[in-house]
Antibody, heavy 113, light 111 residues
């Protein structure tokens, strides 16, 4: 059974870099599919941040592209999100996703000094 | 960018009654491979979103058959034939043709 679990700091200071990791179990990242990050600000809708394919190709939301990086660590079967120069507007629950079917439980990241 | 517009934004339904949600895309979602990359999700309170429908009308395994999706090109509809209490939450449409984007969400609750 495919499972995804987000981890990382729950509090990040403004202007710093948000870093999250998604540990994948039950499936090898290198075997296929799209691996993605989606976020949801409090009481708001869903926003697709970006994706990385098993071949390493990445695709980022144009509105975040200058600040986002998604990478894969095949040795640990996990993928990561880095979002730089964060502001309060980046406060959200961050989900990692495989394809569109499997989602992690989400990690709340608050941007505050 | 593709913009998805959902209507209505909220819906209050009597159990056992039908419900319908519309999603209109700013561009056709029909790919040259013949598939239409359009999806419906349900986010129940306090939970991660769950995929209900993919490629317009294909139900994910385990999704009750009271949920059905239809449409083509730019206009799509999710129908619940008989709403049950467990169907409450926010429904999102999503397109997967050009990158990914979601509709604003439609909140469904029980009268």
């Amino acid at each position: 059974q495919v499972q995804l679990q987000e981890s990382g700091p729950g509090l990040v200071k403004p202007s710093e870099t948000l870093s999250l990791t998604c540990a994948v179990s039950g499936y090898s990242i290198t075997s296929g599919y799209l691996w993605a990050w989606v976020r949801q600000p409090p009481e708001k809708g869903l926003e697709w941040i970006g994706s990385i394919y098993h071949d390493g190709n990445t695709y980022y939301n144009a509105s975040l592209k200058s600040r986002v990086s998604i990478s894969v660590d095949t040795s640990r079967n996990q993928f990561s999100l880095k979002l730089s120069s964060v502001t309060a507007a980046d406060t959200a629950v961050y989900y990692c996703v495989r394809g569109g079917l499997y989602w992690g439980q989400g990690a709340l990241v608050t941007v505050s000094s | 960018d593709i913009v998805l517009t959902q209507t209505p934004l909220s819906l209050s339904v009597t159990p056992g009654q039908p419900a319908s949600i519309s999603c209109k895309s700013s561009q056709s979602l029909l790919h040259s491979d013949g598939k239409t990359y359009f999806y419906w999700y349900l986010q129940k309170p306090g939970q991660s979103p769950q995929l209900l429908i993919y490629e317009v009308s294909r139900r994910v395994s385990g999704v009750p058959d009271r949920f059905s999706g239809s449409g083509s090109g730019t206009d799509f509809t999710l129908k619940i034939s008989r709403v049950e209490a467990e169907d409450v939450g926010v429904y999102y449409c999503m397109q997967g043709l050009y990158f990914r984007s979601f509709g604003q969400g439609t909140k469904v609750d029980i009268k």
